[in-house]
Nanobody
Framework: QVQLVESGGGSVQDGGSLRLSCAAS??????MAWFRRAPGKEREAVAG????????YYADSVKGRFTISQDSAKNMVYLQMNSLKPEDTGTYYC?????????????????WGQGTQVTVSS
């Protein structure tokens, strides 16, 4: 059974840090990504990584603050979020594609986690 499970969300103050984790089971993906849905906004891809060569994508709004990484042996992907801002508040989803998906910033992902809430207060 294919499954993506996120963890690590929470509430922090402006300028704080959080690390999100995504455990993938049942499949080895070609692309792993993090999306977020902020209140009143559409879901957007914030970071992605090709699991074969570690090429990465970042949305302009998070460049220099967020880092996506992977542990292939554990089939885990992480999102280190530093210098968090209130506008980073939202539900963060881990998503994946079997192949090296394209179309950033609107990549097609076939599998999704349930999401984890991140709240940044000013």
């Amino acid at each position: 059974q294919v499954q993506l499970v996120e963890s690590g969300g929470g509430s922090v103050q402006d300028g704080g840090s959080l690390r999100l984790s995504c455990a993938a089971s049942g499949f080895t993906y070609g692309t792993m990504a993090w999306f977020r849905r902020a209140p009143g906004k559409e879901r957007e891809a914030v970071a992605g990584i090709y699991t074969d060569g570690e090429s990465t994508y970042y949305a302009d709004s998070v460049k220099g603050r967020f880092t996506i990484s992977q542990d292939s042996a554990k089939n885990m992907v992480y999102l280190q979020m530093n210098s968090l801002k209130p506008e980073d508040t939202g539900t963060y989803y881990c998503a994946a594609s079997p192949s090296r998906t394209r179309g950033w910033p609107h990549p097609v992902c076939t599998d999704w986690g349930q999401g984890t809430q991140v709240t940044v207060s000013s």
